[in-house]
């Protein structure tokens, strides 16, 4: 099979089998907010989000990079999956360890770290996070074989759902139901570490030399992965200290849904990574021509799907939450075109990456951590969720400049020519949606139609640039020298 029909196919089960399974995650959304009222659930989405922050340490790069390595042949397959997972089971239980003893040092109630200690256990067999259990999908992404994961992701949360509404069912507290929804996790982890050594099987093997080795060379990519944790957290974590918890309900709840699309771009740049990375060690050395596809990829599904959530959001809070939730729906409209903005900062991270330049993606993080904290910490106290809000889209905002100026500079890219006419067409979609008379669902279908219309007519999309690109090079697997 040549390597574009493995991109498309393997692009395609990531991004169905992910929107089956945020279904599914929606749902449970909808039985928690429905059985927690918004302050229990603020407390809830706290133990989450920062536990998917620790979740970071658990990782820090190494699964990105380590399929780079192998997707371009620098390294031997079966040495490095066996570092990798060897590196990131140590991280992980330091991580576990450190996670709560932080809470104990801040001060956290006895409540929230009970609830972090029954979480914890999602930091080594969770499919919703950075952890561990993601080191098992490095054969798959290297071999452009997705579609088992995403299998076995999809069946793991219709179990999560069954336990909940189960549990639910019989009045069980909020620390059963955490702790249920991260031991549900242990089939689906089972499952796809089995498979995953059939690809390619790890040779373990005791190398501290070696695992400093690539930490060093992980070093940059996971400080910038990292950086966009704390990005991640800041907003939750002021909002804690600056407001309420049910404040941290509306907020957390707008960023559950909002944060669930951000699977389409990373499924899009994780697909198109060997290609890049074989692109950037070849004679013309160039990663822009999987860059350019990339963007304007995220870009067609990310600005329909903005326009979308943002003229429904409150109908989109009553279904998933109920009336009692209906405050965070300003909030959602704000934070899905930030959403946008993540699709395209995306992008620029995975090509940074399969460029080499791992360093640029830390420069980014930490803009982005810096201009959160102080547009949150000015704007939380008085706006609440909306002040966390506006703060999260700033911030990625700083992002984009950022990452528009450094890739010109460090790649000879520039995008502004392909981000106008998607502006454009979207300046043109708005005008269609807000001017013509028409009942809101048929104003917004029709807009949408013009949006896709316009990016085809002017050439936007080019089906022919793909051809040119992946032409008819097959995907090679299996050992490879290292």
Not at 100 to 107: C, K
Not at 149 to 175: C, D, K, Y
Request: charged share 10%.
């Amino acid at each position: 099979m040549t390597t574009g029909k493995r991109i498309v196919k393997n692009c395609a089960f990531i991004i169905t089998g992910n929107f089956l399974n945020k279904a599914v995650s929606i749902l449970l959304l909808v039985y928690l907010t429905g059985y927690l009222d918004p302050s229990l659930f603020g407390r809830y989405s706290f133990v989450v989000a920062y536990t998917t922050f620790f979740g970071i340490f658990t990782d820090l790069g190494l699964t990105t990079l380590t399929t780079r390595d192998i997707s371009s042949g620098a390294v031997n397959p079966s040495v490095a999956f066996g570092h990798a997972i060897i590196i990131r089971l140590i991280s992980t239980l330091l991580t576990a360890a450190v996670l709560l003893a932080s809470l104990a040092l801040l001060g956290y109630p006895a409540e929230v770290t009970s609830l972090a200690a029954a979480f914890s256990l999602s930091l080594f067999v969770s499919f919703r996070g950075i952890f561990f259990r993601t080191v098992f999908d490095i054969p798959f992404q290297v071999n452009l074989k997705m579609s088992c994961p995403a299998v076995i992701n999809f069946l793991n949360e219709l179990l999560t759902l069954g336990v909940v509404v189960w549990l639910i069912s019989r009045g069980t507290g909020l620390v059963w139901l955490v702790l249920a929804i991260s031991l549900a996790n242990i089939p689906g982890f089972a499952a796809a570490g089995w498979y995953s050594i059939r690809l390619i099987r790890p040779r373990i093997k005791f190398d501290p030399s070696a695992w400093a080795a690539m930490l060093r060379e992980s070093l940059p990519l996971g400080a910038a992965v990292f950086f966009e944790g704390v990005f991640v957290i800041i907003p939750v974590f002021l909002l804690s200290l600056l407001s309420s918890e049910e404040a941290i309900g509306f907020y957390g709840l707008s960023f559950r849904l909002v944060s669930s699309l951000w699977i389409i771009p990373v499924a899009v740049m994780t697909t198109l990574l060997p290609k890049m990375s074989r692109d950037a060690v070849s004679a013309t050395g160039s990663v822009r021509h999987g860059f350019s596809r990339g963007l304007k990829l995220v870009l067609l599904m990310g600005l329909p799907i903005a326009l979308v959530t943002g003229f429904y959001s409150r109908p989109i809070i009553s279904l998933v939450a109920g009336p009692a939730y209906i405050s965070a729906a300003p909030a959602l409209s704000v934070m899905v075109w930030g959403t946008v903005i993540y699709f395209i900062n995306t992008v620029f991270f995975y090509t940074f990456t399969a460029a080499g330049r791992q360093k640029i993606n830390t420069l980014v993080g930490s803009i982005l951590c810096v201009v959160s904290l102080l547009a949150c910490a000015v704007l939380v106290p008085a706006h609440h969720q909306m002040g966390a809000a506006a703060g999260f889209v700033g911030a990625l905002v700083a992002g984009l400049l950022a990452n528009l100026y450094l890739a010109h500079r460090a790649l000879g890219v520039n995008v502004l020519p392909v981000l106008s006419r998607f502006l454009a067409s979207t300046v043109l979609t708005l005008f269609v949606v807000f001017s013509v008379p028409l009942h809101h669902a048929l104003s917004l279908t029709l807009g949408i139609a013009v949006y896709l219309a316009t990016l085809l007519y002017f050439r936007t999309i080019n089906y022919r640039e793909w051809e040119e690109w992946l032409g008819m090079e097959e995907v090679k697997t299996g050992e490879r020298p290292g």
